[in-house]
């Protein structure tokens, strides 16, 4: 196999020697050989780094000058070493002085002593440094220059690749050198001889076996005795060679090529191409398979062999020439190349198509023609295919009455040739002769004409085409051999009869007279040429009694006048039972015969003389001599019937002489021969084939075919002439049998000379029927399920020269399991065909099975078959499939959207079968019954019908696009399929469940904040104006398709108001500010809940309008157009960003902002449109109040109160909100008349009460307005109650209640936990360094009197910055926060205690705790600049400037008479309301009076803190609360009774009571009790078990004084006892959770117990109490 390798050497592109920049030198010594010398520099000085001598022999000398050249700027000083050794002389040590651009040369003189290298140096010393130059006198010495690699081009395996390298002798010796290297590597010249400083070059060639990346060095033995040598490394590279067959057409694995119809004796030359898609060229050969003996060669193919280049693509012609008409041919041509793993194949094909020729009528009728006379006649010869037809009349001018103007020519296609016909008696007879017309690679045309000749003595009876088709019936009847007059009289004793068509015929009664079977058109031109042989040869291989013999015969039917002889007899037989007359027609040429005419009775012969005279030397003849026989009784029409007239026979002898004298050379003979080879069909039957001779000279052609040479073959005709320009067609027939040799020779003699002839190869061999089946018969299947079917293919081939039918046969039981498609056929001879065999086990066993083919020729379907056996073997088994994983959750799946995946399936079994799967879908939604879901199959598989391999796997593509938001289950089955297509069982076996969840993109607000002028809205507000609540519970809702008309953002619209999809409205409610205040800003965390990704935008009007140009803008706006284009244009409203998308998860902060720029009520519809989900309209409404308005903003005009039920004693307190939006304080009423009707409309009972009718609200403050809803029905109520604000604008607000009944419903609670938003901060607000462990606390359901606490954490995140907080609480008898203010290291946290004390009255309680934060850097500063400011004041009450222009000022404001103003404190420091005027602060400006402002105080940063409760009674708390009212501890007073409340007020004491002291119980104040865990007091005269302190310290304290025990008793039950233990515990509590905050303690680690030992002082109480009671 071929390996990758990570560098491809052979990617340069240039093969041979590798780019380098220096060639290898290889020589004896490790010096190397001649170098360059090159100048060096040394510190300014040129000159050369080595000096070598060469060439010296030793006791000579021998000086070098060694040149030193300044190229230094400066004059330089050197001084120099010499050499050290003895061998190399210069000068005397001396100072060598170099100005700049001078030379000196230092002459060194070397006296060698031996034969050796010598090296010594000379050392050169100046100010800037010393170098060396290096002397060395080498030896001669051998040196190579070789490269270091050599590639050669890649080339395929078992093929060879070429190259060149040039290697060079450097040296000046002379060397011989000697190659070697390993295979598959070889170099061509391996040894020779090289002069100094000649080149050789070397060729490489790389011939590989394998497919491999080949390596090996080149070793090169050098020098004497080869003790030097040198090494190229050669690289090679071999790949696997392929070619492949490029056709037009394929069919069953097999490219084809096509000829289509040719017509017989025509070439025609297609083309296949050779396609090399490798990367190597490639050698290839093309064969022919191997064909069945004796066969014609039809197609051809000139191109044997060759080489492709890589990918390359080489055209190849191919030629087919048909020799038969109306045959098939079919070959295979092969192509191989060396080393390829795979052949190719090409079939070629095409069909013979000859000539569709026919007359234009079959009789001629001449009628009677007078004695002398000549009468034409026209026909046509008419050629209907596209194909030239050659045809040629087989008549004689000279010696016939009946003569044809063009007997022979060619006829073109499509084409029709006009034919006269001349009759000219010279007889009176009647006349009848069956025309042949000749066709070549046709059967021949049959013209009867007819006319009869009347002489003033003789009038025979006329011939008409009635009776030659009467002849012919009579004929087959075999009645013609008897004369008319028998039969006239056999027809009198009605011993014959007509029949309907006038002809005779045989009564039924009477058998004996034998029927004939007509003639096909060659055996009746060879009968009606009286060829004896034919005859015989017919006679022996049919029924004697198939055909009618002849009449009249000649013998023999051909003379031949070629050995001088002038006279030859010939002998006619009459085989009739009538004497019949022969009439010779006279002929004009050198031909003639005597008598001319006779009689001959019944089964007689007589003899005529044929003599040939000529006077023209050297020259051919040849003719027809024609004669006509026919009964004696016809001479006379008197004597004849009409019933039984038989018309005249004519034969014909052919004669053919020439005149030349012995020893004359003949004519030299100019012919073309179609073909020279005649193959017979392979059958035992009588076989015809023609052949064309054409006479290609301007001379005679005579032709001769001696029969005697070849007995088994006739040939018609067998002699004649063919004028110059004319053909001959030649018809030979033959029975081919097995006997016969492989090719039998027939002699073609031309020209009556031995000197020319033409050998004609006769092939007519008989053979059986063979057939060749692939794999020597035997036929193997895989392992195939029972039930299931598996297929195979097999060749069948034709190996005979004849067509062949076959048919497969096999028994019964095996056709159930084992069927072949298709089972018969037509095989053309060398023609192979793929059969397909199938196997369809239906039980689990092993199959051995038979099947024959049987055999038959075409032909001869009635003959003997021929059979053949093919053994089957097949084994079956169970197929079994499984599915990988039998669970495939697909997660959740966008609705509307196509998930694709992977479906594996595992067949463990070990045979291949079919499957087809079946999915049935279930589908479950929430609150929806099954059985209303009847959604179509959403599931699609890329295949359900499929076969998979034996242990193999299969995956399945499949695809689903869910239609809802529901759970979808799709259990996969399957059926095995069987051979018949059906499936196997009832019920589909199961492999796999798929699951999905149909999901729409969600999206949800985990958080809100605020920012600008809305920042002391609590997140309470936030929720509600911004309607959160309704908004999640859209987004969690899905879509409907209205929504989905547009899956993603688009712009649809033409109008500035598009149009809504969507009936999901809502309002964001940006508040109320002062005009020009900070816009207001609202940050909404959006997080994906789902598991999908989700894109949202926020789409305004202008994003979905579809941009116009200006000319189809109208110009006409409605007013509510108007105020869309203001706040769009003005950007009142904006989102940032307003597009995003978010992974599952994940969370992304949106702000929204609302610019305070216009007063008035403003509003902008958005679309958030989520893609692919849903779509919500969001109406943007925000207002603008003028700065000195008194403005209370509402979210809404109405507002329901918590359901309360009725029968109650004490309804809850409930609170309503009002938010001062304005810049001013204000003081508002709420106008309690509406409440008074509704109490006298229902009976005088308070339904609903304002506690706190009247108030004042700062800018920016909410003001919690207290009311009770008391129903007295279980109904809704509602009244309108106006709202005024003293100086401002007045509102109605629409207050709802419903009343419920308890006995039917359940309580509206206030549930631990379960809050409308979270609790926690899930947006920093830029700047924020202090976040809150949680934002809202809901103490849930709590009893009246109680008291809850929660433990809340204060942390500062930052790193640098110090903080300081401070809580605002306005209710602190209600809640409690400690502490309340404090300062935070960074980093540090700070543990808060919130504490809930519930009134005496059940009550909601919702309150928002806000805790400033201020940097410490901040307050420092702002109160280093007070102070600054404090001073600068003090300056400037004492401090003044004058100027002259204040002079001026001065004298003008005396001369007016005006007062100075009056002096102020500087207690009078200015107020934003008394702050000057522009106009008048510039003037300050302008005279430097200008007083510095007063530095305004940080803005601190809020944290809102959201605290809801609510309070019951304790009947009520512990009916609805039973198991959680031991939970709290109850502290409260009589005042706090509401029935010691109402027995007050029945009480009505006459004298005042001084009042005393309250006690410690009822002067504690509630607010500062603690709730935990404790039960109701109880008796103080009994004992008090609740608590485990109270028993053990009884348990302790039981042998003390009795007195010391009730005191004891007496203080554990006191209120101040308890609060003190509960302040201890809840101490202790807040301590350990302040340390889990921390991480200093782990509350969920693991308890370890350890066992202490008894102490020694509870031993000793133990004894002192014991000793107590035994005193006692």
């Known amino acids: 196999m071929l390996t990758d390798y990570p560098l491809d050497p052979l990617n340069s592109g240039v093969f041979g020697i590798t780019h380098s920049p220096h060639r290898k030198q290889v020589s004896s010594f490790r010096s190397g050989g001649a170098r360059k010398r090159s100048q060096s520099c040394f510190f300014g000085v040129e000159t050369l780094a080595e000096l070598v001598w060469e060439g010296w022999e030793p006791g000579l000398e021998y000086t070098k000058s060694l040149s030193l050249k300044s190229i230094h700027g400066k004059l ?114 391996e040894t020779g001889q090289l002069k100094p400083g000649d080149e050789c070059k070397v060729q490489v060639e790389f011939k590989p076996k394998g497919v491999l990346v080949y390596q090996a060095e080149a070793r090169c033995a050098f020098g004497d005795d080869g003790e030097n040598s040198c090494t190229v490394l050669l690289h090679g590279l071999s790949k696997y060679p392929h070619l492949q067959i490029s056709s037009a057409e394929q069919e069953e694995d097999c490219k084809v090529l096509e000829f289509g119809s040719v017509a017989v004796g025509d070439s025609l030359e297609r083309h296949f191409e050779i396609y090399n898609p ?160 000749l066709l070549l690679h046709r059967e021949p045309l049959f013209l009867d004409l007819i006319g009869t000749c009347h002489s003033e003595q003789l009038k025979p009876a006329i011939l008409n085409p009635r009776h030659l088709n009467v002849y012919r019936l009579n004929l087959l009847r075999g009645l013609t051999c008897y004369p008319p007059d028998i039969l006239s009289a056999m027809l009198e004793e009605h011993k014959l009869k007509l029949d309907d068509s006038g002809a005779l015929q045989i009564p039924a009664e009477d058998n004996s007279t034998p029927l004939y079977s007509p003639r096909s058109p060659l055996e009746e031109y060879f009968h009606s040429n009286s060829a004896p042989e034919a005859e015989f040869g017919l006679e022996n291989t049919s029924t004697p009694s198939k055909f009618s013999s002849p009449h009249v ?100 002898v052919r004669v053919s002489g020439h005149s030349f004298q012995p020893g004359k050379e003949h004519f030299i003979p100019s012919f073309s021969l179609q073909h020279s080879q005649i193959v017979f069909p392979a059958l035992k039957q009588v076989s015809y084939r023609n052949i064309l001779l054409k006479n290609t000279g301007d001379l005679p052609l005579t032709f001769k075919l001696d029969s005697e040479e070849c007995p088994s073959v006739c040939v018609l005709p067998p002699i004649g002439l063919v004028p110059p320009g004319h053909h001959q067609i030649l018809t030979f027939r033959s029975t081919p049998c097995q006997d016969h040799p492989a090719s039998m020779p027939l002699t073609l003699k031309l020209n009556a000379s031995p000197k020319h002839t033409q050998v004609l190869n006769v092939v007519a061999v008989a053979e059986k029927p063979s057939m060749a089946v692939e794999e020597g018969g035997s036929l193997f299947f895989k392992p195939t399920a029972a039930g299931s079917c598996s297929e195979r293919t097999l060749w069948v081939k034709n190996l005979s020269r004849m067509p062949v039918e076959f048919q497969w046969r096999l028994c019964g039981s095996d056709q159930r399991v084992l069927s072949v498609l298709p089972d018969s ?148 089955g399957y059926y095995i399929i069987n051979a018949s297509g059906s499936s196997v069982g009832e019920k589909p076996q199961s492999v796999c469940q798929v699951q ?134 003005h950007r009142l409203f904006s989102v940032s960003p307003r597009s995003g998308k978010l992974q599952p998860s994940h969370q992304r902060a949106v702000q929204f902002t609302y610019r305070h720029d216009f007063v008035g009520t403003n509003s902008l ?9 849903r779509e919500i309209l969001l109406h943007f409404v925000g207002v603008t109040v003028e700065r000195d308005r008194r403005y209370i903003h509402l979210p809404s005009n109405r507002h329901s109160f918590a359901p309360v039920a009725i029968g109650g004693f004490s309804p809850p307190t409930q609170v309503y909100e009002l938010y001062n939006a304005g810049a001013v304080p204000l003081r508002y009423h709420i106008d309690t008349i509406p409440l008074e009707q509704l109490m006298e409309e229902n009976f005088s009972h308070p339904v609903l009460q304002c506690l706190n009718p009247d108030g004042d609200l700062e800018p920016g403050h909410t003001a919690l307005v207290e009311w009770i809803f008391s129903p007295l029905e279980a109904k809704t109520y509602s009244v309108d109650i106006p709202i005024h604000v003293r100086e401002g604008d007045s509102m109605f607000v629409t207050f709802e209640g419903h009343g419920f009944d308890e006995r039917h419903s359940e309580p509206i609670q206030v549930k631990d936990g379960c809050i409308i938003m979270p609790g926690t901060q899930n947006i920093p607000v830029p700047g924020q360094v202090v976040f809150l462990s949680q934002e809202r606390v809901c103490f849930g359901d709590i009893p009246v009197c109680s008291r809850s606490t929660q433990i809340i954490f204060l942390t500062n995140v930052s790193h640098t910055d110090q903080v300081l907080y401070k809580w605002n609480v306005y209710c602190k008898q209600t809640v409690k926060i400690r502490p309340e203010s ?79 103003p009056p002096i102020r404190s500087i207690d009078q420091v200015e107020t934003p309301s008394t702050r000057p005027s522009q106009a ?193």
């Open 278 to 437: 490798s990367a190597v060229s490639t050698k290839f050969t093309l064969s022919w398979s191997r064909r069945p003996a004796h066969m014609d060669t039809v197609f051809r193919c000139e191109v044997r062999e060759g080489q492709i280049a890589p990918h390359s693509v080489l055209k190849v012609p191919v030629f087919f020439s048909p020799l038969m008409v109306d045959c098939r041919s079919v070959d295979y041509l092969c192509l191989t190349c060396l080393g390829a793993v795979s052949k190719d194949q090409l079939r070629v094909s095409g069909s013979s198509i000859g000539p569709i020729v026919f007359l234009s009528t079959s009789v001629l009728d001449f009628g009677c023609v007078e004695e002398g006379t000549e009468v034409t006649h026209t026909l046509q010869i008419i050629n209907s295919s596209a194909v030239l037809a050659y045809y040629q009349f087989d008549v004689n001018t000279g010696h016939s009455v009946f003569s044809v103007d063009q007997p022979v020519g060619t006829l073109p296609g499509n084409s029709k040739l006009p034919l006269r016909v001349k009759f000219r008696p010279n007889q009176p007879i009647a006349h009848h002769k069956i025309l042949t017309c």
């Open 1165 to 1173: 519809p958005v679309l958030l449109k989520l893609s692919h989900g």
């Open 76 to 189: 330089q000083k050197l001084n120099f070493r010499p050499p050290v050794s003895k061998f190399f002389n210069t000068l005397f040590p001396q100072t060598i002085l170099l100005s700049p651009g001078t030379s000196f040369s230092l002459p060194i003189t070397f006296q060698p002593v031996e034969k050796c290298e010598y090296m010594d140096t000379i050392e050169f010393e100046g100010k800037e440094g010393s170098f060396q130059v290096s002397l060395h006198a080498v030896i001669p010495h051998y040196v190579l220059e070789v490269p270091d690699t050599v590639m050669l081009p890649p080339c395929a395996a078992q093929h060879s690749s070429q190259t060149s390298f040039v290697f060079r002798n450097s040296s000046k010796l002379q060397t011989g050198f000697r190659w070697s290297v390993d295979h598959p590597f070889h170099l061509s010249p």
């Open 553 to 652: 015969t000649a013998q023999p039917s051909e003379l031949l006048f070629y050995d001088g002889t002038t006279t030859k007899s010939v002998s006619i037989t009459n085989h009739t039972k009538g004497k019949i007359c022969l009439a010779w027609t006279p002929g004009t040429n050198c031909f003639s015969i005597s008598p001319p005419s006779c009689e001959l009775s019944p089964l007689k012969s007589t003899t005529f003389r044929v003599t040939y005279v000529t006077n023209q030397q050297n020259s051919f003849h040849a003719e027809q001599l024609e004669c006509y026989a026919f009964y004696k009784v016809l001479k006379d029409n008197i004597y004849v019937d009409d019933h039984t007239l038989c018309p005249p026979w004519c034969f014909t």
């Open 996 to 1129: 999905a969840e149909g999901v729409y993109p969600t999206l949800e607000v985990t958080d809100v904040r605020s920012c600008g002028s809305v920042e002391r809205l609590s997140k309470l507000q936030l929720w509600h104006f911004f309607n959160l609540d309704t908004l999640n519970t859209c987004l969690r809702r899905d879509p409907r398709p209205s929504e989905l008309t547009f899956r993603v953002p688009t712009r649809h619209s033409l109008r500035r108001c598009p149009a809504v999809f969507t009936s999901a409205t809502m309002d964001f409610n940006f508040s109320a500010a002062p005009l020009s205040s900070e816009p207001s800003s609202i940050l909404l965390m959006f997080k994906n809940t789902g598991s999908i990704p989700v894109e949202w935008s926020f789409l305004f009007p202008e994003d979905q309008q579809i941009e116009l140009e200006h000319w189809a803008e109208n110009g006409d706006f409605s007013p509510s157009e108007l105020h869309l284009m203001k706040v769009q244009d």
């Open 1480 to 1672: 008048k602060r510039k003037s300050q400006q302008q005279t430097g009076q200008e007083s510095r402002r007063c530095p305004e105080p940080p803005n601190p940063a809020l944290l809102h803190l959201g605290v809801t409760a609510r309070s019951h009674t304790l009947m009520e708390y512990q009916s609805h609360f039973p198991t959680r009212l031991n939970t709290h501890y109850i502290h409260r007073s009589l005042l706090d009774d509401p029935q010691f409340q109402q027995s007050l007020t029945q009480l009505q004491p006459a004298t005042p009571v001084p009042t005393s002291a309250p006690s410690a119980a009822g002067s504690q104040d509630p607010k500062e009790m603690t709730g935990v865990f404790r039960a109701p007091p109880a008796d103080p005269n009994t004992e008090n078990p609740s608590t485990a302190d109270t028993q053990k310290m009884s348990e302790c304290d039981s042998n003390l004084p009795e007195e010391e025990l009730k005191m004891k008793e007496s203080i554990c039950r006191l209120p101040e006892f308890c609060d003190l233990v509960e302040d201890i515990l809840l101490n202790t509590l807040q301590n350990l959770m302040m340390e889990a905050f921390l991480g200093e303690l782990v509350l969920t680690a693991r308890p370890r117990i350890i066992v202490l030992p008894p102490s020694p002082a509870r031993k000793t109480r133990e004894s002192s109490a014991e000793y107590r009671r035994s005193r006692e």
């Open 1382 to 1460: 404090g300062r935070l290291a960074p980093g540090e946290s700070v543990l808060t205690i919130l504490t809930v004390q519930a009134s005496g009255s059940p009550t909601f309680y919702q309150q928002d705790l806000i805790c400033e934060i201020i940097l410490e850097e901040m307050l420092i500063k702002y109160h280093k600049d007070l102070q600054d400011w404090e001073v600068d004041v003090k300056r400037q009450k004492y401090e003044f400037t004058i100027t002259e222009k204040d002079l001026i000022q001065e004298g003008q404001r005396d001369r007016s008479t005006q007062t100075i």
């Open 825 to 972: 056929g037509t095989l053309q001879p060398n023609e192979s065909k793929v059969q397909k065999w199938s196997f369809a086990p239906q039980e689990e066993m092993m199959y051995n099975l038979k099947a024959s083919l049987m055999c038959w020729p075409v032909q001869t379907p009635k003959c003997k078959k021929s059979r053949l056996t093919v053994k089957a073997v097949g084994l079956a088994s169970k197929g079994c499939l499984e599915a990988e994983h039998p669970i495939i959750d697909l997660g959740e799946v966008l609705v509307g959207s196509c998930k694709s995946f992977d479906l594996p399936l595992l067949n463990n079994s070990s045979c291949t079968f079919s499957y087809c799967l079946n999915t049935q879908q279930s589908i479950t939604v929430t609150d929806l019954p099954e059985a209303m879901i009847q959604d179509p199959l959403v599931m699609e598989m890329e295949s359900e019908k499929g076969t998979i391999p034996a242990h193999c796997r299969l995956q399945v593509r499949c695809t689903v696009k869910l239609a809802r938001r529901a759970h979808y289950c799709w259990t996969i």
